[in-house]
């Protein structure tokens, strides 16, 4: 902003010397001073822009262009001109910089999540110290109308709680005990204890700033393209304008006005309506997206989305809510303490089914009568308690074990439970289908898009979920590396997208052309890996951000097709001498200024 102020005033003092050397009379040296100083003032920021620009070599930037065109006009007495080229430039520039700013303003105020200070709970009291001294599992007090400062679970206290600055939801959402927050939602009207699940560095404040300041470190094909163009196109110009004027001194035509023609070239030749919009584009697009709990890595990761071929889903937590309840436990003796074995099996474990078990408990976990766990993803666990060792999976973990049993057919995830020697009894896990998922199915079966189901569960579960949302296509009992193989397989057949939320799902991510995690539920790890996060675990939000991504590229490319059909016109006219310097500054400035308000169309969108 500072730099922005002090360029508003360059182009005030410039204008001031401006019109002060019109007070002298036409041809005394103090009117000749006034346009110099004039030109200094509006102009000392280029010259320093490209010096820098020769020390790294790129000897055709669009500044170049503008001091050689303006000190030809000097040389040949057109000192008017020559100022007001550069002033106009000026203003063109400033208004674009503005656009700018207030993009990214917008964008850093949606983003304005973190708290600086924390109330940590100490020996019963309060004391308020910064944000980055608290660690993990401290008790943090949260006032009415407050930002929570840290990821956390409620202890104490229940109420309403604004989420929209993440999520892009403007209801209000009810929290209570034992109900997880996150850093950056804020405390409407009670008094929340909250005991924290992260640090400042690892809050999802803190990873979602983080984002959206990397956000555009990556150019689209786009960009990359408009970069090599104007390396290519501006060589081109700078010859072009050097033939303008040796070709009529080679016929014998007066050599001043085809200098005159060359600079209106020059002038009109700067590619800046192409260098600026496209890349603010993209960063509106960008910035819509997290006004609507979309966060998107990169311009690169905004313009695949409209190339996708292919959806691949997790289902726990991503089709299914994830919220599993134990709806039987069956034993094969009633001595069998079948539900405490297990919840002690699992206690070590974070995969949500084991969440679910031991929640199901809910007694007390003596996690000393634990003495081994050892978790095979995909599979079970293997754990040691009360100095027996125990086996709690899926039917192929069993049978790796060589341990007999009766197979269970049942609506759900069945978990069996046997010692070395001998099978015990089985529980079953079931879950819901979240709110959207059919829709969203619906709606990209209308699109031609294939999806597919990508799952660590057996083949019945796994199959009556599908049916239920309308997926026929699915894979089932799956570790992490067969789905890395299966979506290598499926970007063969084009770009791949793919959507989860669990720790295990982070190499899939990877793997994928786009991978998407759910960012209220998803793991750290998932959401590190992935190029977008979707704030309200709404897979509905892909609609969305696929409608987004595709309305900013059809304003990218009106920007770039308007750009290259004015300039070309224009162009035109001055290599045959039909265009005037003013002409061309007024068609170079208008096309930036049309190109740069045309990209706040992605904002105003309306997506529902």
Same mark, same amino acid.
């Given at each position: 902003m500072?730099?922005m102020n002090?360029?508003?005033?360059?182009?005030l003092?410039s204008?001031?010397?401006?019109f002060l050397a019109?007070?002298?009379?036409?041809k005394?040296?103090?009117?000749l001073?006034?346009?110099l100083?004039?030109?200094?003032?509006?102009s000392?920021?280029?010259?320093?822009e490209?010096f820098?620009?020769?020390?790294?070599?790129?000897?055709f930037?669009?500044?170049i262009?503008?001091?050689?065109?303006?000190?030809?006009a000097?040389?040949i007495g057109q000192?008017?001109?020559?100022v007001v080229?550069?002033?106009?430039? %000026?203003?063109?520039?400033?208004?674009?910089?503005l656009?700018?700013?207030?993009?990214?303003?917008?964008?850093?105020s949606l983003?304005d999540l973190?708290s600086d200070?924390?109330?940590?709970?100490?020996?019963?009291?309060?004391v308020?110290?910064?944000t980055q001294e608290?660690?993990?599992n401290?008790?943090f007090? =949260?006032?009415?109308?407050?930002v929570?400062?840290?990821d956390?679970?409620?202890?104490?206290g229940?109420g309403?709680?604004d989420?929209a600055?993440l999520?892009g939801?403007s209801?209000?959402k009810v929290?209570?005990a034992?109900d997880?927050v996150?850093s950056?939602f =804020?405390?409407?009207?009670s008094?929340? =204890?909250?005991?924290?699940t992260s640090?400042?560095?690892?809050s999802t404040?803190s990873k979602?700033?983080?984002l959206?300041?990397?956000s555009q470190?990556?150019k689209?094909k786009? %960009?990359?393209f #408009?970069?090599?163009?104007?390396?290519?196109?501006t060589p081109i110009?700078?010859v072009?304008?050097?033939l303008? =004027?040796?070709?009529?001194?080679?016929?014998?035509k007066?050599?001043?006005?085809?200098f005159?023609?060359?600079l209106?070239?020059?002038?009109?030749s700067c590619?800046?309506a192409?260098?600026l919009s496209?890349p603010?584009?993209?960063?509106?697009?960008?910035?819509?997206?997290?006004?609507? /709990?979309?966060l998107v890595?990169?311009?690169?990761?905004?313009?695949?989305?409209?190339t996708?071929?292919?959806?691949a889903?997790d289902k726990?937590?991503?089709?299914?809510?994830g919220?599993f309840?134990v709806?039987?436990v069956? @034993?094969?003796?009633?001595n069998?303490?079948?539900?405490e074995i297990?919840?002690?099996c699992?206690?070590?474990?974070n995969?949500?089914i084991?969440?679910a078990i031991? @929640?199901?408990y809910?007694?007390?976990?003596?996690?000393?009568?634990?003495?081994h766990?050892k978790e095979?993803s995909?599979?079970?666990?293997?754990a040691?308690y009360?100095n027996q060792?125990?086996?709690l999976?899926?039917q192929?973990?069993?049978?790796?074990k060589?341990i007999? *049993?009766?197979?269970?057919?049942?609506?759900?995830?069945?978990?069996?439970? $046997?010692?070395?020697?001998?099978?015990?009894?089985?529980?079953?896990?079931t879950?819901? #289908?979240?709110?959207?998922?059919?829709?969203t199915?619906?709606f990209?079966?209308?699109?031609?898009?294939?999806?597919?189901?990508?799952?660590?569960d057996?083949e019945e579960?796994?199959a009556r979920?599908?049916q239920k949302v309308?997926?026929?296509?699915?894979?089932?009992?799956l570790?992490p590396? &067969?789905?890395v193989?299966?979506?290598?397989?499926l970007n063969q057949?084009?770009?791949?997208m793919?959507?989860?939320d /669990?720790m295990?799902?982070a190499p899939?991510m990877k793997?994928a $052309?786009?991978?998407?995690?759910m960012?209220?539920e998803?793991? !750290?790890?998932?959401?590190?890996a992935? &190029?977008i996060?979707l704030m309200t !675990?709404d897979?509905?939000?892909?609609?969305?951000?696929i409608?987004?991504a595709?309305?900013?590229r059809k304003?990218v490319k009106?920007?770039?097709?308007?750009s290259?059909?004015?300039?070309?016109?224009v162009?035109?006219?001055a290599l *045959?001498?039909?265009?005037?310097?003013w002409?061309?500054? *007024?068609a170079?400035?208008g096309?930036?200024?049309?190109s740069?308000m045309?990209? *706040?169309v992605i904002?105003?969108k309306?997506?529902?």
């Amino acid at each position: 902003m500072k730099k922005m102020n002090s360029h508003f005033i360059r182009i005030l003092l410039s204008i001031f010397f401006l019109f002060l050397a019109f007070c002298f009379p036409e041809k005394e040296i103090g009117r000749l001073i006034c346009f110099l100083i004039s030109y200094l003032f509006i102009s000392c920021e280029i010259y320093v822009e490209a010096f820098h620009c020769i020390q790294e070599k790129e000897f055709f930037h669009e500044n170049i262009l503008m001091i050689l065109a303006t000190i030809g006009a000097f040389a040949i007495g057109q000192y008017l001109e020559a100022v007001v080229v550069m002033l106009l430039f %000026e203003i063109g520039e400033y208004l674009s910089d503005l656009a700018v700013e207030r993009t990214k303003n917008s964008i850093t105020s949606l983003m304005d999540l973190r708290s600086d200070t924390i109330h940590l709970k100490k020996k019963n009291k309060i004391v308020t110290v910064a944000t980055q001294e608290a660690k993990l599992n401290d008790l943090f007090e =949260v006032k009415p109308g407050e930002v929570i400062p840290l990821d956390g679970i409620i202890q104490k206290g229940e109420g309403m709680v604004d989420t929209a600055s993440l999520t892009g939801e403007s209801i209000p959402k009810v929290v209570k005990a034992n109900d997880s927050v996150c850093s950056g939602f =804020v405390n409407l009207d009670s008094v929340l =204890v909250i005991q924290a699940t992260s640090t400042y560095e690892t809050s999802t404040a803190s990873k979602i700033i983080e984002l959206m300041e990397n956000s555009q470190e990556k150019k689209t094909k786009t %960009e990359k393209f #408009i970069t090599k163009f104007s390396k290519i196109y501006t060589p081109i110009v700078v010859v072009l304008a050097i033939l303008i =004027v040796l070709i009529p001194a080679l016929l014998g035509k007066e050599i001043q006005d085809s200098f005159y023609h060359a600079l209106v070239f020059l002038v009109m030749s700067c590619p800046c309506a192409l260098v600026l919009s496209t890349p603010l584009g993209y960063f509106q697009g960008i910035g819509k997206c997290s006004k609507e /709990g979309i966060l998107v890595k990169g311009a690169i990761e905004l313009d695949l989305f409209p190339t996708i071929k292919t959806i691949a889903y997790d289902k726990t937590g991503t089709i299914t809510k994830g919220n599993f309840q134990v709806t039987e436990v069956k @034993s094969i003796s009633k001595n069998i303490p079948l539900l405490e074995i297990a919840a002690h099996c699992e206690y070590h474990s974070n995969h949500p089914i084991a969440k679910a078990i031991v @929640s199901s408990y809910g007694k007390k976990i003596d996690s000393e009568k634990i003495k081994h766990m050892k978790e095979y993803s995909g599979k079970g666990i293997e754990a040691i308690y009360q100095n027996q060792k125990y086996f709690l999976g899926n039917q192929e973990f069993l049978e790796e074990k060589k341990i007999s *049993f009766p197979p269970i057919s049942q609506i759900g995830t069945v978990l069996y439970l $046997a010692t070395e020697k001998e099978y015990l009894g089985y529980l079953v896990i079931t879950d819901e #289908i979240k709110e959207n998922v059919k829709k969203t199915i619906t709606f990209f079966k209308r699109k031609k898009v294939r999806q597919v189901v990508l799952s660590g569960d057996q083949e019945e579960v796994v199959a009556r979920v599908c049916q239920k949302v309308g997926i026929s296509e699915y894979y089932a009992s799956l570790l992490p590396q &067969d789905k890395v193989k299966k979506v290598k397989e499926l970007n063969q057949l084009g770009n791949t997208m793919f959507v989860g939320d /669990g720790m295990n799902d982070a190499p899939v991510m990877k793997e994928a $052309a786009l991978g998407i995690s759910m960012g209220l539920e998803g793991s !750290d790890m998932t959401i590190d890996a992935s &190029d977008i996060v979707l704030m309200t !675990d709404d897979i509905s939000k892909i609609k969305d951000a696929i409608s987004i991504a595709q309305w900013t590229r059809k304003i990218v490319k009106q920007n770039i097709f308007f750009s290259i059909f004015v300039k070309s016109i224009v162009l035109l006219s001055a290599l *045959f001498g039909h265009t005037s310097i003013w002409l061309a500054v *007024f068609a170079d400035v208008g096309v930036t200024l049309l190109s740069v308000m045309n990209t *706040f169309v992605i904002r105003m969108k309306k997506i529902r």
